[in-house]
């Protein structure tokens, strides 16, 4: 499964379901609001990206824009993209909806439009990354953009969730799957063409990509499951998320010699 493959499966997937999500997972994110992950971390609380005021900010594999939005009321001068027009779509409804307004980018992460050197930050929560079979090839991307001393921080999916299968309830909790099988989970439509692709990376493979690309880790963050947070996010739910991890947020920086 090629990239171009997991390009068209993905970029149909996110058009035709995007109203679908929306409709699920829109009121949990919010029209202006950073959240990282079902766990339900904001960015307000956990300032994984520091301070953003007058800093240019790039929002990779953005969606419907609200983290981006929220950037823009922090002060910060965010420009979102995704490869996705029906997500885009959204982010200009939420736009007219809120008075907020972020410019909007149709793009491929694998080849991004922006100058070298052209933001401070740059920033994903489940964007693009699990999307994209060369996710070595996007951090070199996002290294590109970014100014020296720039961060760059990412939340997927944790690693360790591959080992089982998506179910939020007793059937998540007993390993199924090799942590070290890299193969993609592919869905297909009747005639066998890829409809929705998305990859897996170990630990260290993410931290070698990292590496790679020539940025440098400064944290990973592991949300534990918060008291009182009964919601269920696909395979997100209470009863695994307190036993273990369902996300991982790499904070990343791009040195400055």
């Given at each position: 499964?090629?990239?171009?493959?997991?390009?068209?499966?993905?970029?149909?997937?996110?058009?035709?379901?995007?109203?679908?999500?929306?409709?699920?997972?829109?009121?949990?994110?919010?029209?202006?609001?950073?959240?990282?992950?079902?766990?339900?971390?904001?960015?307000?609380?956990?300032?994984?990206?520091?301070?953003?005021?007058?800093?240019?900010?790039?929002?990779?594999g953005a969606g419907a824009?609200?983290?981006?939005?929220?950037?823009?009321?922090?002060?910060?001068?965010?420009?979102?993209?995704?490869?996705?027009?029906?997500?885009?779509?959204?982010?200009?409804?939420?736009?007219?909806?809120?008075?907020?307004?972020?410019?909007?980018?149709?793009?491929?992460?694998?080849?991004?439009?922006?100058?070298?050197?052209?933001?401070?930050?740059?920033?994903?929560?489940?964007?693009?990354?699990?999307?994209?079979?060369?996710?070595?090839?996007?951090?070199?991307?996002?290294?590109?953009?970014?100014r020296p001393g720039g961060?760059?921080?990412?939340?997927?999916?944790?690693?360790?969730?591959?080992?089982?299968?998506?179910?939020?309830?007793?059937?998540?909790?007993?390993?199924?799957?090799?942590?070290?099988?890299r193969s993609p989970y592919?869905?297909?439509?009747?005639?066998?063409?890829?409809?929705?692709?998305?990859?897996?990376?170990?630990?260290?493979?993410?931290?070698?990509?990292?590496?790679?690309?020539?940025?440098?880790?400064?944290?990973?963050?592991?949300?534990?499951?918060?008291?009182?947070?009964?919601?269920?996010?696909?395979?997100?739910?209470?009863?695994?998320?307190?036993?273990?991890?369902?996300?991982?947020?790499?904070?990343?920086?791009?040195?400055?010699?």
């Amino acid at each position: 499964m090629g990239d171009a493959e997991a390009r068209r499966a993905n970029r149909g997937w996110w058009d035709t379901d995007a109203d679908d999500y929306q409709a699920e997972h829109g009121a949990f994110l919010g029209d202006v609001d950073f959240v990282w992950c079902p766990e339900g971390l904001r960015e307000a609380d956990a300032r994984l990206l520091g301070d953003v005021s007058g800093r240019r900010v790039l929002e990779v594999g953005a969606g419907a824009a609200a983290a981006a939005r929220w950037l823009a009321t922090q002060g910060a001068r965010p420009v979102a993209f995704d490869l996705s027009a029906g997500m885009l779509r959204h982010a200009a409804e939420a736009a007219d909806r809120t008075g907020v307004r972020v410019p909007l980018v149709q793009a491929d992460a694998l080849a991004l439009p922006f100058a070298d050197r052209s933001f401070d930050v740059a920033c994903t929560a489940f964007g693009a990354i699990p999307f994209v079979d060369d996710s070595a090839a996007l951090l070199a991307e996002v290294h590109r953009v970014l100014r020296p001393g720039g961060r760059w921080v990412f939340s997927v999916t944790h690693p360790m969730r591959w080992i089982f299968l998506d179910d939020p309830g007793e059937g998540g909790l007993t390993a199924v799957h090799s942590y070290f099988d890299r193969s993609p989970y592919v869905e297909q439509d009747e005639s066998g063409v890829a409809t929705y692709v998305e990859q897996h990376r170990t630990l260290g493979d993410r931290i070698r990509e990292l590496v790679g690309a020539g940025l440098r880790l400064l944290d990973l963050v592991e949300p534990e499951w918060p008291e009182g947070h009964e919601g269920v996010w696909g395979q997100w739910s209470p009863l695994r998320g307190r036993l273990f991890p369902g996300t991982a947020i790499f904070v990343t920086e791009k040195p400055t010699g």
